[in-house]
């Protein structure tokens, strides 16, 4: 089994803004790319994308994920871009939100609510802001 030199692993439970809501579950058939050190062939897609994950992580594990740049997309993009995923190799912050949104699952009613209901909150409130308080002397 091919390893690296980065024994760092990606936290799934202590994330910047807390748990995720939506996911993409990924194929490891997708994945194009591998060890450059071990043919093609010799690597099952499991492997592919094992290693490219952790090469990803290797990578990101001197970087501070900040909320704006370089954050947890640019690191699953950074992966993603490693695996030749889906046969692409320039996967970025914007493509990956474009397929999480249009794409991606939600984790149970929680991810739904935890996606819309702050967006339906201050839409709500402008409205009311807009609409109610400019009429309230009419």
Partial sequence: ????????TASADSMMLGRASRYIPLAPEQVRNGDPSVAPEEQT?????????????????????CL????CNH???HCLTRMGYR?????????LWVWVFFG???VGWRGFLET???????????????????????
């Fill in 104 to 106: 991606g699952r939600f």
């Fill in 1 to 8: 089994q091919p390893q690296n030199s980065c024994d760092n």
């Fill in 75 to 77: 690191h699953v993009a």
């Fill in 45 to 65: 897609p499991q492997e592919k994308y094992d290693w490219c994950v952790r090469e990803g992580n290797c990578d990101y594990e001197k970087r501070i994920h």
């Fill in 68 to 71: 704006i740049y370089p954050n």
């Fill in 116 to 138: 819309f209901v702050p967006f339906l909150i201050v839409a709500v409130v402008v409205a009311v802001f807009v609409f109610g308080v400019g009429n309230a002397g009419d």
């Fill in 87 to 95: 046969g692409w190799n320039h996967w970025g912050m914007l493509s």
